[in-house]
């Protein structure tokens, strides 16, 4: 492909402003499917966590043609905890969309990646989406992304952005937001208009910088980057190098090129194009494919560090081994260390203290993925209370703060207020929207974030939306408590029973029904109280000859609570533990913790 004729794009948002949404449309208005063709809605989700979850969890490319040009498209993530992927994929990007919601404006995350996307110089087209919901307000969202320009000391040259007025979801973008267009021709001309065509020369020494990798059962592990110089093609010989060190040299035996959001086999590829190359068993993102003859490698990709970790540990649990197929050290070992290939922003230390792994990310969500992804494929593990990893300077202890906004409706704006004044949350500011909603803008300690979003969900009755983004390392703040009731502990090795059930419904919320297996030192509810307290869920109704007609009255259970994996997550306290298995997902106390009680 003709170098001039290529654009590379990364498409940044803040989560559910409308990426994925706007890549179906420009993929579709391309030319590139059948009038007739059944086409899957949200294609490049095409992990299943994605779907379920409606966000994007991992980068990913894809492409089309667009009159005589190739336009390579980079779908990011929206979340703040997925950032380290956005980090590493802009690397093949010559400029970004910035997707901006005409209605909520810039959010926590829409502040993060611009910052990264301007700190490589990267110049970006703001689109201003949902253009047609009802509450849109496009002037004030375009002043509200020059201010975010302007606050991040973007240059002249990148402030002066272009703006693209778009309804993703119907399929139409256009340049003045009072005469609405037909299609997406509006936003593809200042793709190709706005956006430079890759840098680099084509007659030197090949240059790739690894930003991605992918797996293919018959070729092993795929190395993604963009061609930054040279030439590619099947068989050459090339070395592998991170930084200035050199690890071994290899040759090409794959090359392929993305069009739509699949993988094409070519000969050879040439400077500007991103690609996706065969041969390397042992490739790692940040590392550079070059000529081995006059070696040119590129600077390692430097992320932010992790601000969150928890303890991997192997289940040890009366029923450890029952319904996992990867159930020891060495199986959690092996599989811990393989995410970390794939996902740098994941850290991985083995324990000094015990039997385990310590494994830090950036965020709850974060590792929650990690933990959802490892029990759907067979693993049978545990996991401990996350901790928020604290920074020494100057003989001050540091912790990771995070801006919090919260959109609220003003009857429960209270609550919320008094809960992260509890949680060491400072206020720094306060909008009122239409319609009777508040935005608050909070500095906030990450450890005030853990277990937060159930309490807030249940405060604001679900009708809250709360967004966070990491701000920055601050003083340490103090003690902070994490859960105010303590637990109800099953104990004895037994099934439940809805009679025994019924007397423990008075004293806290059950998170089981009747006729499930339990054990000794399993959590089955929350106690009403501060204290901990030791039940028998399955001792049952003693027999008698004896009729009684008030005993014999029908008893009915109250619903219980339905746990997911973060709702446990945020649940428990440092004296407990999440066990995780393809088949269920327990609350337990430490065994010394058993004791005690």
Not at 107 to 124: D, E, G, R
Not at 206 to 217: E, K, R
Not at 434 to 447: H, Q
Request: charged share 25%; aromatic share 6%; with cysteine.
């Amino acid at each position: 492909m003709e170098q001039s004729k290529i654009r590379n794009i990364a498409i940044i948002a803040h989560v559910d402003h409308g990426k994925t949404t706007l890549v179906d449309q420009l993929f579709r208005q391309s030319g590139m499917f059948r009038d007739n063709q059944a086409v899957a809605e949200r294609m490049m989700d095409s992990m299943d966590l994605e779907r379920e979850r409606g966000i994007t969890i991992a980068a990913k490319n894809g492409s089309f043609k667009y009159k005589d040009y190739l336009i390579n498209i980079i779908d990011t993530p929206g979340h703040a905890d997925f950032g380290g992927q956005v980090e590493r994929v802009l690397k093949m990007a010559d400029g970004v969309l910035l997707l901006v919601d005409a209605s909520e404006g810039p959010m926590p995350q829409t502040y993060f990646v611009l910052k990264k996307a301007l700190s490589l110089n990267l110049p970006a087209i703001v689109v201003i989406n949902k253009i047609d919901k009802p509450l849109a307000r496009p002037s004030w969202v375009v002043d509200q992304v020059f201010d975010l320009f302007v606050r991040l000391n973007a240059p002249e040259h990148i402030l002066d952005f272009p703006i693209v007025y778009a309804s993703a979801k119907n399929g139409i973008s256009t340049l003045n937001v009072d005469q609405p267009g037909t299609d997406m021709q509006s936003l593809l001309d200042t793709i190709v208009d706005k956006i430079p065509p890759p840098a680099g020369t084509a007659d030197a020494p090949v240059q790739i910088l690894i930003s991605s990798l992918d797996y293919s059962s018959f070729l092993g592990r795929l190395g993604i980057g963009k061609i930054t110089s040279g030439k590619l093609k099947i068989n050459q010989d090339v070395v592998v190098m991170r930084g200035e060190e050199k690890l071994y040299q290899t040759r090409i035996t794959k090359i392929y090129r993305f069009e739509g959001n699949e993988k094409k086999e070519t000969e050879s590829a040439s400077t500007g194009e991103v690609v996706a190359v065969a041969g390397m068993e042992d490739i790692m993102v940040g590392q550079t494919i070059t000529d081995p003859l006059e070696p040119r490698p590129l600077p390692v990709i430097v992320i932010d560090p992790p601000t969150l970790s928890m303890n991997f540990i192997p289940n040890d649990s009366p029923f450890s081994g029952k319904e996992g197929q990867f159930v020891t050290s060495r199986h959690l070992r092996d599989r811990l260390f393989k995410e970390t290939l794939s996902d740098i922003a994941i850290l991985v230390e083995e324990l000094t203290d015990a039997v385990g792994y310590k494994v830090s990310g950036r965020g709850e969500l974060h590792l929650s993925v990690l933990v959802e992804k490892m029990r759907r494929e067979g693993y049978e593990f545990q996991i401990t209370r996350p901790k928020v990893i604290f920074k020494e300077e100057n003989g001050i202890t540091l912790e990771p703060y995070e801006e919090l906004i919260i959109d609220v409706d003003e009857q429960y704006m209270g609550a919320v207020i008094e809960n992260l004044g509890q949680r060491k949350g400072v206020m720094s500011a306060m909008d009122h929207n239409d319609g009777g909603m508040v935005r608050l803008t909070y500095k906030i300690p990450t450890r005030g974030l853990l277990g937060f979003r159930s309490e807030f969900m249940t405060a604001t009755k679900g009708m809250g939306v709360m967004n966070y983004v990491f701000l920055e390392y601050g003083q340490y703040a103090g003690d902070m408590r994490n859960r105010s009731n303590g637990v109800l502990i099953s104990m004895d090795q037994c099934q439940t029973l809805a009679y025994d059930l019924f007397t423990l419904q008075d004293r806290g919320r059950l998170f089981m029904s009747s006729g499930e297996q339990v054990y000794v030192g399993q959590i089955i509810g929350e106690h009403s109280r501060e204290n901990d307290l030791n039940v028998n869920p399955g001792r049952g109704k003693k027999l008698t000859n004896v009729r009684n007609k008030a005993a014999e009255e029908k008893r009915i259970l109250t619903p219980h609570i339905v746990m997911s994996l973060e709702d446990c997550i945020d649940f428990i306290n440092d004296d407990e533990l999440v066990e995780v298995t393809p088949k269920a997902i327990r609350l337990r106390k430490m065994p010394w913790a058993i004791r005690k009680n």
